[in-house]
């Protein structure tokens, strides 16, 4: 089975792709799932059909459902919280101090990736298509297994839900399973964006299996006068926009449409253009290892491999045996390898591979 989760910034058309490349699974012989995470209930307009939190089937081996999140989090937390809210009071927190702490911002969408995940497990799907809501708050809801595992974890009570964030976050970081298509359109701050969430996934350990870049200008064919020549002169300025990415990732386009793709059809034209002869399900190259170590005398350099703009906030930290990595405000603690916690951080560079820290040996405070 694979898990593909579509996200962009909000408006540049992943729920029509989303819904474009399950389709092509299900035309394929294969089944498919697709399902919503994003509280807009877009895909439902996407087929023309309404959706509920059950898989429904919209045709021949393509099934879709909208996860409320909301109403996962008022049938499942309650009693949960109730858990919580009496684990931290019977360690003598004030009644008021507990119910605040038992409220684990978040909730409504771990629970909702953690829905999908279920729906994964339980069906005879190929693939499982996820349209995410948007790039700011798919970021959030991929950070959350691991740190509500992290935050659950101290709490014996509540192991067995940190448990089964632990086993969610090891689907979302497995490469053979998941995989992530960023969707942008060809606009300068979208591609901007596209670059800061790259790599921020990468510090979490999520792959990028491709870039999907929609609606672009169509181009001209044998047109002539003054529309053709708007058409050939927008269109050389959006491919001067999409030139910049430069980046190792499967780039795919698909060009503007005169009418809005709803229904079945229109679907399976996109997903033409999208894939043509291609597997949609096709993995991306195989990633580098997040944390690689070489020796460079008696130093040790220890690069951490994610794509870096020139313009990145970048800030780094020894806390303990951890590295912590921050940068444009999204934070990896990073444990480091045995052989360097007797060592001394020394130097840092950015390079095209990633943050190159290198060490000196002769740390006596980290043993």
Not at 202 to 212: E, F, H, K, P, W
Not at 282 to 309: K, S
Not at 315 to 332: K, S
Not at 334 to 352: F, K, N, S
Request: hydrophobic share 50%.
């Amino acid at each position: 089975m694979r898990l593909l989760l579509f996200t962009g910034k909000g408006g540049v058309g992943k729920t029509t792709l989303a819904a474009a490349t399950a389709a092509r699974v299900a035309d394929s012989g294969d089944k498919a799932l697709v399902v919503s995470t994003d509280p807009a209930h877009s895909l439902a307009d996407a087929f023309g059909a309404r959706l509920g939190a059950e898989p429904s089937e919209v045709d021949r081996g393509l099934w879709a459902a909208h996860i409320d999140a909301r109403a996962l989090a008022d049938k499942s937390w309650p009693a949960l919280r109730a858990k919580a809210r009496a684990l931290f009071a019977g360690l003598g927190i004030e009644a008021i101090d507990a119910e605040e702490l038992a409220v684990l911002p978040g909730v409504d969408d771990l629970l909702a990736l953690s829905e999908v995940v279920r729906l994964a497990a339980d069906g005879p799907w190929k693939a499982v298509v996820v349209d995410c809501g948007p790039t700011a708050e798919t970021l959030r809801l991929l950070a959350l297994p691991e740190a509500a595992a992290g935050y659950l974890g101290r709490f014996g009570e509540l192991r067995k839900l940190a448990e089964r964030m632990a086993r969610l976050r090891s689907v979302l970081a497995d490469p053979a399973v998941t995989g992530v298509r960023l969707v942008l359109t060809p606009e300068r701050l979208v591609v901007a964006e596209t670059r800061r969430t790259l790599t921020a996934l990468a510090l979490r350990g999520i792959a990028v299996d491709a870039l999907i870049a929609n609606r672009l200008v169509p181009k001209p064919r044998r047109w002539s006068g003054p529309a053709a020549n708007w058409l050939k002169v927008r269109r050389s300025e959006q491919d001067a926009v999409l030139s910049e990415l430069d980046l190792a990732l499967p780039l795919h386009v698909v060009e503007h449409r005169s009418a809005e793709p709803v229904g079945l059809p229109a679907l399976r034209a996109l997903a033409e253009e999208l894939y043509g002869s291609d597997d949609p399900l096709a993995a991306g190259a195989e990633r580098a290892p997040l944390l690689a170590i070489a020796a460079d005398g008696p130093d040790q350099l220890l690069t951490v491999a994610f794509p870096l703009t020139e313009s990145a906030a970048l800030d780094l930290a020894r806390v303990g045996d951890d590295l912590v990595v921050t940068v444009d405000g999204v934070r990896r603690l990073i444990a480091l390898p045995l052989m360097l916690r007797r060592h001394a951080v020394t130097d840092a560079e950015a390079t095209a591979t990633g943050l190159v820290v290198r060490f000196a040996p002769g740390d006596e405070e980290h043993p």
